[in-house]
């Protein structure tokens, strides 16, 4: 199964980058994934998942966690202000606040509900106009909004464009949230995590070098 593997090769970019061990937690990306596949990676012990759909983890995450203890579950796609408070039901951590606007629903419902799941800006790196996420440049004052609204925001995420050096747009990242004083990066997928790992992820988002191919 690949998730022995990615963990391997997880452990071993730590250590290349001078990192501590398990200093980088693995996020399995179980969108689209049969539901045998998913099972599969809970039985062999993995815990943190992502979901980029609200609908459709919704249909499989409550059930999971019926039969598996101490799952924690990432939103890793675009949130609609009308899915923000079942998203804040379902998600442990969102990982895609890239608005003012949605900001300010996360802080009415934050206490409207008396909790809120950790937060990352997600940052559009490569100004890429089909790709969600503030600009590099916006991105201090979002930041700054919800702090202001008292929302728990921890870090940034990016996905860099398809065809650029993802490198680049790791190290722009990482400075933009280290003047932002965020301890947190989301970066990394099955074709670049140990790029990311060496950039100061701390977290990656692994999804097909896990599960196999998505069938749509
Ligand atoms: C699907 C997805 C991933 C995982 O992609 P893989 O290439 O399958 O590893 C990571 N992050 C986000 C935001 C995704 O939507």
Redesign the pocket.
């Known amino acids: 199964m690949g998730l022995d593997d990615i963990t391997a090769r997880v452990r071993k970019a730590e250590d290349a980058a001078g990192r501590a061990p398990g200093s980088v937690e693995l996020i399995a ?1 179980s ?1 689209v994934q049969p539901l045998d596949r998913v099972e599969e990676v809970l039985k062999a012990g993995q815990r943190v998942f992502g979901e ?1 759909k609200v609908q459709e983890a919704a249909g499989k995450w409550p059930a999971f966690r019926d039969r598996f203890d101490g799952v924690t579950l990432h939103l ?2 675009p949130l609609q202000t009308n899915k923000a408070r079942q998203a804040m039901e379902l998600f442990d951590v969102i990982q895609t606040v890239d608005r003012p606007k949605l900001a300010r629903t996360l802080a009415r419902l934050k206490d409207e509900l008396g909790q809120c799941p950790d937060l990352y800006v997600q940052v559009n790196t490569g100004e890429e106009d089909q790709k969600a996420g503030v600009s590099p440049e916006e991105t201090d004052a979002l930041v700054a909004e919800c702090r202001a609204l008292g929302l728990p925001v921890v870090g940034l995420m990016c ?1 860099p464009p398809v065809d650029e050096e993802p490198s680049l747009h790791f190290a722009l990242l990482a400075k933009i949230a280290a003047r932002n004083g965020l301890d947190k990066l989301s970066m990394g ?3 670049d995590f140990e790029s990311a790992i060496a950039q100061g992820a701390t977290c990656v ?5 896990i599960f196999g191919d998505r069938v749509y």
């Open positions: 990306i969108k980029n890793v796609g996905i997928m099955s074709s988002r692994v999804g097909s070098a």
